[in-house]
């Protein structure tokens, strides 16, 4: 049983900072690329960051500068310390696992349930 358990959001002011987990079971956690998407009400999901097993990083443009992916491969873990925030990045955020193996084919992905990250004042 794949499990993908996200952890860390919440309220959080303009300009202030959140960190997200994402804890992963029932994979080989070095053999999947990990990553972070968002969705905003009314908008397609999105990709925000992602890291490969050898810690090759991804960002969207909109997050470069701000946010920070990492991962620790001992406790199947990936992270999102988000700095800076704005309130455009009011979102569900969704932790991802994409294996190497097929990496194009979005089936073979695996997601998270969500957390929801609300930047108001």
């Known amino acids: 049983q794949v499990q993908l358990v996200e952890s860390g959001g919440g309220l959080v002011q303009p300009g202030g900072s959140l960190r997200l987990s994402c804890v992963a079971s029932g994979i080989i956690f070095n053999t999947y690329i990990m990553g972070w998407y968002r969705q905003a009400p009314g908008k397609q999901r999105e990709l925000v960051a992602s890291?490969?097993?050898?810690?090759?990083?991804n960002y969207a443009d909109s997050v470069k500068g701000r946010f920070t992916i990492s991962r620790d491969n001992v406790k199947n873990t990936v992270y999102l310390q988000m700095n800076s925030l704005k309130p455009e990045d009011t979102a569900v955020y969704y932790c991802?696992?994409?294996?190497?193996?097929?990496?194009?084919?979005?089936?073979?992905?695996?997601w998270g349930q969500g957390t929801l990250v609300t930047v108001s004042v």
């Open positions: 991802n696992a994409k294996p190497i193996i097929g990496a194009t084919w979005a089936a073979l992905d695996a």
């Open positions: 890291i490969t097993s050898g810690s090759n990083l």
